[in-house]
C-alpha cells in the first residue's frame, strides 16, 4: 500500500492550491479518508475528512469555508482544494483513513504560504 500526496508549493497569502491523494496497491473507495497536516514543531492533525461515497464531508475549525475535500472514486484519488490560503496553513499535508489504524503514511506534500 502506498498513499502519494502531490500538489504542494509555495504560494503567497490569498492564493489557492489543490492537493491530490493516489493510492497504489490499494482501493480508496470503501474507505472513509481524510487530510492532514503537520507543521514544524506541531503534531500531526486533521484538516478534513470525506465518507467513501463523498456525500459526507467535516473540516476542523482553521479550515472551514476555505478547503473543500473531494474524492474520485474511479480514478482512486482524493482532493483537497485549498482557497485564501494564510501562512498559518504552511505544514507537510498527508492523507490517511480517517477512522481507525493508519495505512503507511505517505511522504507528504509541502505547502508554503508566505505572508
Known amino acids: 500500500v502506498q498513499l502519494v500526496e502531490s500538489g504542494g508549493g509555495l504560494v503567497q497569502a490569498g492564493g489557492s492550491l489543490r492537493l491530490s491523494c493516489a493510492a497504489s496497491?490499494?482501493?480508496?473507495?470503501?474507505?472513509?479518508m481524510g487530510w492532514y497536516r503537520q507543521a514544524p514543531g506541531k503534531e500531526r492533525e486533521l484538516v478534513a475528512g470525506i465518507s467513501s461515497g463523498g456525500r459526507t464531508t467535516n473540516y476542523a475549525d482553521p479550515v472551514k469555508g476555505r478547503f473543500t475535500i473531494t474524492r474520485e472514486n474511479a480514478k482512486n484519488t482524493m482532493y483537497l482544494q485549498m482557497n485564501n490560503l494564510n501562512p498559518e496553513d504552511t505544514a507537510v499535508y498527508y492523507c490517511?483513513?480517517?477512522?481507525?489504524?493508519?495505512?503507511?503514511w505517505g511522504q507528504g506534500t509541502q505547502v508554503t504560504v508566505s505572508s
Open positions: 496497491e490499494t482501493t480508496l473507495s470503501t474507505i472513509t
Open positions: 490517511n483513513n480517517f477512522y481507525g489504524l493508519k495505512l503507511p
